[in-house]
């Protein structure tokens, strides 16, 4: 497929990262020739040095033939003109990063008129992710597949938690839970476990279940359900506003901590339910002034990697129950790993993670087609969502006669808006939503699993 990607900031360069490595022609456009000569140096990719709004510049990166033309500048009207022109020059698909509030609530109305295929709001998305991690603390990280039937959620094993000694193979009969773990992250390792895997302390686990499995699964653990009631959010930024609104809407109380005078003017005024402070979130003596040692819960969202790190330290060391961090830089991650129950939040990866599944889609038409893609255990496991076509080569087979690839497991199987957590004789039937976990592989259909 021809890609045509407008923008390559921290988004677009997230984006680049991730097509660059599927075979894709991808042909990028920014006005900095600096940024253009990078990529083309780290990339396997052309560049056009040149304003993406432009008919003339478009016309030379060949959008005309190109399959998908993706528009993430920092300007929501750039994107969306960029997507008009290229729809009109005959791109076949066109997505546009629209990250206003004002924007994303109309945009329904906006797209089919602009030529625009599909939005995507990374801010919104991270909001989402932090707001699910909230309504479930005991979690390192929660995705969701089939529109909530299903999730994938992150667990941090103590050296003293039941699980340790116990096999994968023991786990549902010994604590009567319907679960699977399909994926673990021993230090450095990552391994996706058969029936004789036996956990051991400090592992991290990927789990697959229903929400309400999941509780249940935390409740045998003997993880104390916190009752998250007392939100502090430091930074009055994008992802801020939607998380607020969402936090409100749910009942939590919300105080944000805002260096910017105007920013905390907005934000204010724009969720009144809100406490805003005018302060500096990583002043120490200004965090013990409003509390710290009060909330059930801390996120870190400054637009500073290094200030958000810095702020979660301190208030680990305050015994915050949960602490959520926002990072672009992913090796900023690793200064984290001493707070066990941190959660670490990558907007650019989610939104990249959703374009990438967009693109396999667009890619495979008329096969089992990919609906939702996340990539977990430090982005070196997938777990990808299929539908089964009535054409797909793995239905009616029970899964212990399946052929697999190595590397691939069967997480889960949704039907009538009900998991199944697979055994070997469940068999995949037609529109089953399928969920496969995968390692150093590249699915782009169901089908693709079989040797």
């Known amino acids: 497929m021809k890609i045509v990607i407008v923008g390559v900031g921290k988004m677009g360069a997230e984006i680049v990262k991730h097509v660059c490595h599927e075979n894709h022609e991808v042909i990028i456009i920014d006005d900095d020739v600096k940024v253009i000569e990078d990529s083309i140096n780290r990339y396997d990719v052309m560049g056009i040095n040149g304003n993406g709004v432009s008919y003339e ?48 609530k109309q945009i329904e109305l906006m797209a089919g008129a602009l030529g625009i295929t599909r939005t995507f709001n990374p801010e919104l998305e991270a909001s989402r992710e932090i707001l699910r991690i909230i309504n479930f603390p005991e979690a390192l990280r929660v995705d969701s597949f089939a529109h909530g039937s299903a999730d994938i959620t992150e667990f941090y094993i103590s050296d003293k938690s039941p699980l340790v000694g116990m096999s994968m193979m023991q786990i549902n009969s010994k604590l009567g839970v319907q679960i699977l773990v399909c994926a673990v992250k021993r230090a450095n390792e990552v391994i996706i476990p058969n029936g004789k895997f036996v956990i051991q302390g400090q592992d991290k686990i990927y789990v697959i279940s229903s929400e309400e499995q999941s509780k249940v699964f935390v409740s045998k653990l ?31 109380n919300v105080k944000v901590i805002e260096v910017d005078p105007h920013k905390a003017e907005v934000m204010a005024q724009a969720h009144s339910k809100a406490n805003v402070i005018l302060g500096d979130g990583s002043d120490q003596n200004l965090l013990k002034e409003e509390g710290l040692e009060g909330f059930d819960a801390i996120v870190c969202l400054t637009g500073k990697d290094e200030e958000n790190i810095i702020i979660s330290l301190y208030a680990n060391k305050q015994n ?58 430090d982005n070196k496991v997938e777990a990808s969502e299929f539908v089964a076509s009535p054409s797909a080569k793995v239905l009616h087979i029970k899964l212990k006669d399946l052929n697999l690839k190595k590397n691939i497991l069967i997480g889960g199987i949704i039907r009538n808006h009900q998991i199944i957590i697979p055994s070997g004789m469940t068999s995949i039937e037609e529109r089953d939503s399928v969920i496969v976990v995968s390692k150093d592989i590249i699915l782009n259909d169901l089908d693709d699993i079989l040797v």
């Open 57 to 104: 510049v478009q016309k030379t990166a060949g959008v005309d033939k190109a399959d998908i033309f993706i528009a993430v500048t920092d300007s929501d009207e750039a994107n969306m003109l960029a997507c008009l022109i290229a729809k009109k020059l005959g791109a076949i698909h066109t997505i546009a990063r629209v990250r206003s509030h004002e924007y994303t």
């Open 222 to 252: 003997g993880l104390s359900s916190t009752n998250m009631k007392n939100i502090l959010v430091i930074g009055a930024s994008k992802i801020s506003h939607y998380l607020v609104d969402g936090l409100i809407k749910n009942n939590y």
């Open 320 to 377: 915050v129950g949960k602490i959520i961090t926002k990072v672009n830089k992913a090796s900023f991650a690793g200064l984290l790993e001493s707070i066990k129950m941190a959660s670490v939040i990558f907007p650019q990866e989610i939104a990249a993670n959703q374009i990438v599944s967009y693109i396999r889609a667009t890619a495979n038409t008329g096969g089992n087609n990919i609906i939702t893609l996340h990539k977990i255990v």
